[in-house]
């Protein structure tokens, strides 16, 4: 029987291409038959160049052995949002028309990953300028999360179409944009891995901007361990350094595990709470310490996200500075959002961002007294299309499927979402951790721990 070349983990499929005993014309070839089996049904990609993948991954498999020895991502299949520049792509951005040629240059981001020997599949769909939660967008067709449910829901936001494609088959790496959860929602409920830095550690040169002040790119994978081993390949800090190692998981037993009782917690959909509940009843029962917390500036950041925050301001300075005309084709969601979104004068705007800025400092000490916070990712059931057509629905459940989320953003942390079972009605249900600023690798290790203990329990 043929193995299927796509189904270890990501650091022996690489190792298995560099070696030569596959070759990437075969793995992107894989990927590409699974896209064609299933891409009209779930529409995870605005555009797909599966000949142009195959054609690079052909040209590599004639590349001498010891020019692959230093690519960690030698002919891995991965998909791009659509709002990263990228070589010979053209960007949209989620909108209607092909943006300005400026959009379509390479970021550093993006570059690490071509660097490593990646291969680009395809430009995943989004929400427009990623400016929402929920995964819908009027102007192209909406990725739909199937999950082996009987029930197709939307696959979160923005980045809408990056965990699509990981259930898809088609790439074993998504790259995505994350302002107040839009990697970490796409995951969770897709039942994928979703990784967002603390802010600042990599580079948005070359990312079309939503809100500069807590825009960050991200990347979801089929695992956690799929994610340290992403991590260690591209993570600039790393690189510079030259201090990279394979991640081993922490040991449980050392580990300390935040609780807070408020705000994450309430009002969860039916099955939500307890999943992740009896997922940290499991860690307890391995030697995980768990004390309540008491996170400072928490709610009060919150209350400033929701009455508006910062991004409505600083996606309406974008577009009329850098695309006005394309202000009269937004989404009518997007359109309304940005319509009840404040406008502050500059003396306001950076009384608000400084305010933040000093909560984030609070708050990250609050939170130094624990290794990670853990909390549900997504505190609601992934809604069907049908289930936010108005307007008044869209709102809430947009607002809903942020609230957890949106903190790492709002506060400078680091955070990862991991699954941990289904709930009530058979949707992925996401534990999210949250640790402190400058702490990412320590977290992907803690989340390895976890991926492994939790791994026969669901």
Same mark, same amino acid.
């Given at each position: ?164 494609? $990981?259930? +898809?088959?088609?790439? &074993?790496? %998504?790259? =995505?944009?994350?302002? !107040?959860?839009?990697? /970490? ?112 500036? $928490?709610? +009060?950041?919150?209350? &400033?996200? %929701?009455? =508006?925050?910062?991004? !409505?301001?600083?996606? /309406? ?142």
């Amino acid at each position: 029987m043929t193995t299927d070349p796509l189904s270890k983990d990501l650091a022996a499929i690489a190792r298995n291409v560099r070696s030569g005993r596959i070759s990437a014309t075969e793995l992107i070839r894989t990927a590409s038959r699974r896209h064609l089996e299933r891409g009209d049904e779930l529409n995870a990609y605005r555009s797909w160049d599966g000949n142009g993948a195959i054609q690079l991954a052909q040209r590599m498999d004639c590349t001498r052995a010891e020019r692959r020895g230093n690519k960690p991502l030698w002919g891995i299949p991965i998909s791009v949002k659509d709002l990263f520049g990228q070589k010979e792509a053209d960007t949209y951005a989620g909108s209607s028309k092909r943006l300005p040629e400026k959009w379509e240059t390479e970021g550093p981001f993006v570059s690490a990953f071509r660097q490593a020997g990646a291969i680009f599949v395809g430009r995943t769909n989004m929400v427009e300028f990623a400016f929402g939660a929920v995964g819908a967008n009027s102007h192209w067709p909406e990725p739909r999360n199937l999950c082996g449910m009987a029930v197709s829901r939307l696959a979160g936001g923005s980045s809408s179409g990056a965990g699509v494609s $990981l259930c +898809e088959g088609s790439a &074993l790496v %998504a790259l =995505g944009s994350d302002t !107040a959860g839009s990697v /970490r929602i796409p995951a969770s409920v897709t039942g994928t891995v979703g990784f967002k830095p603390s802010n600042g550690r990599w580079s948005t040169k070359g990312m079309v901007p939503l809100s500069p002040t807590f825009d960050s790119p991200g990347f979801l994978t089929r695992t956690v361990r799929d994610a340290a081993y992403v991590f260690d390949a591209i993570d600039p800090i790393l690189r510079r350094s030259g201090t990279a190692s394979a991640l081993c998981p922490a040991d449980l037993r050392t580990v300390t595990m935040g609780r807070v009782e408020q705000h994450f917690w309430d009002a969860c959909d039916p099955g939500i709470a307890e999943r992740v509940e009896g997922a940290l009843n499991e860690l307890s029962r391995v030697g995980v310490q768990q004390v309540c917390l008491e996170m400072d500036g $928490l709610s +009060e950041a919150y209350s &400033l996200f %929701a009455d =508006g925050g910062l991004a !409505a301001s600083e996606f /309406r300075e974008f577009l009329g500075a850098e695309l006005p005309e394309w202000s009269d084709t937004l989404d009518a969601r997007v359109a309304a959002r940005l319509d009840v979104g404040p406008e502050y004068g500059s003396l306001a705007y950076h009384q608000r961002r400084s305010r933040f800025e000093a909560l984030g400092k609070s708050a990250n000490l609050s939170l130094s007294r624990v290794d990670v916070l853990a909390t549900p990712t997504v505190p609601i059931t992934a809604p069907r299309s049908a289930d936010v057509k108005s307007a008044t629905a869209y709102h809430r459940t947009n607002l809903a499927i942020l609230r957890n989320t949106c903190v790492a953003n709002l506060l400078n942390f680091c955070a990862l979402t991991l699954p941990v079972g289904l709930d009530d009605e058979g949707v992925p249900v996401g534990l999210q951790l949250i640790s402190p600023a400058g702490n990412d690798r320590n977290l992907i290790k803690i989340g390895l721990a976890i991926e492994e203990c939790l791994s026969a329990t669901w």
